[in-house]
């Protein structure tokens, strides 16, 4: 079983850039898909992002397309949302979660495994 630890959320004003990474420990990272997902006050946890067990395959939420970049460090049992261009609706906690699925998904319901999550914040 990988456990998942995010890191390198904060507060940013409107416009500025964050790289959250996602530590997994064992020795089997390379073996599950991976994604980002969030969940802002008062609202459902919603997908942004997920990447193939190998790191060739990515897809994002409409939303984030353009502005953040998913990726992986097998080597590394690490993985990164790079975010730029922020913008107040980004604010939430972003969670990382690791799937069996060979591509990864966009159902939260499809990831076994979740990290306790980070909190980004960005200011108008």
């Known amino acids: 079983q990988v456990q998942l630890v995010e890191s390198g959320g904060g507060l940013v004003q409107a416009g500025g850039s964050l790289r959250l990474s996602c530590a997994a420990s064992?020795?089997?990272?390379?073996?599950?898909?991976m994604g980002w997902f969030r969940q802002a006050p008062g609202k459902e946890r919603e997908f942004v992002a997920a990447?193939?067990?190998?790191?060739?395959?990515?897809y994002y939420a409409d939303s984030v397309k353009g502005r953040f970049t998913i990726s992986r460090d097998n080597a590394k049992n690490t993985m990164y949302l790079q975010m730029n261009s922020l913008k107040p609706d980004d604010t939430a906690v972003y969670y990382c979660?690791?799937?069996?699925?060979?591509?990864?998904?966009?159902?939260?319901?499809?990831?076994?495994?979740w990290g306790q999550g980070t909190q980004v914040t960005v200011s108008s």
């Open positions: 979660a690791s799937t069996a699925r060979q591509y990864g998904s966009s159902r939260s319901g499809d990831y076994a495994r």
């Open positions: 064992g020795r089997t990272f390379s073996s599950y898909a």
């Open positions: 990447i193939s067990m190998s790191g060739r395959s990515t």
